[in-house]
């Protein structure tokens, strides 16, 4: 890619079923154990990113990041794994949690959680705030978007939640925040 940036997807093994259903031609043979394994599945895919060359030169950061189920794989993985190390380096550079509820703990790399409006609510992340740090073992950020929601439509987010509906969608536009984020 022109910009020297690329795209790895892990897929949680607890979407695995649904896979195999939809697609078997692709995902038949698909399968795990255990969904615990998620956790090697991603520092083995970060360590083979590492080992390997996806572009034309070497990989020079990685940084993991996930939205809502995802965001709060993202920080569990930086809270429990975050201190891996290849070749002498941090296996991850940097974690970027969306829409994660779970605090973050000081890891030495840097962590930007971005958090809509709704999220702190209805997962109860207003309990895991933490003020920013910027020490060498503390490289932290939170960014709280004001009258966003964890989905574009507010309908969505009601009615995933069963709450009432305040009847106006959502015009935040987090997408661009998160873009933001990651520069």
Same mark, same amino acid.
């Given at each position: 890619p022109a910009a020297g940036h690329a795209w790895v997807g892990v897929e949680n093994p607890i979407t695995f079923r649904k896979l195999r259903r939809e697609q078997p031609e692709v995902f038949a043979d698909l399968a795990i154990e255990h969904p615990s394994q998620l956790w090697g599945m991603l520092t083995q895919t970060a360590q083979l990113i590492r080992r390997s060359s996806l572009l034309d030169g070497p990989v020079r950061r990685i940084v993991m990041t996930g939205y809502s189920a995802s965001g709060t794989v993202t920080s569990l993985y930086a809270n429990s794994f975050g201190d891996r190390t290849f070749d002498?380096?941090?296996?991850?550079?940097?974690?970027?949690?969306?829409?994660? *509820?779970?605090?973050?703990?000081?890891? *030495?790399?840097?962590?930007?959680?971005?958090?809509?409006?709704?999220?702190?609510?209805?997962?109860?992340?207003?309990?895991?705030?933490?003020d920013?740090?910027?020490?060498?073992?503390?490289?932290?950020?939170?960014?709280?978007?004001?009258?966003?929601?964890?989905s574009e439509r507010v309908s969505d987010t009601c009615a995933l939640y069963s709450m009432p509906e305040n009847g106006f969608d959502n015009d935040v536009p987090i997408n661009m925040v998160i873009g933001q984020a990651l520069h």
């Open positions: 002498g380096r941090p296996l991850i550079d940097g974690y970027l949690p969306l829409a994660s *509820g779970v605090f973050n703990h000081p890891i *030495g790399v840097p962590i930007i959680r971005v958090m809509t409006q709704s999220d702190f609510a209805l997962f109860g992340a207003a309990a895991n705030r933490r920013d740090a910027g020490t060498s073992t503390d490289r932290y950020r939170l960014i709280e978007v004001s009258g966003s929601t964890h």
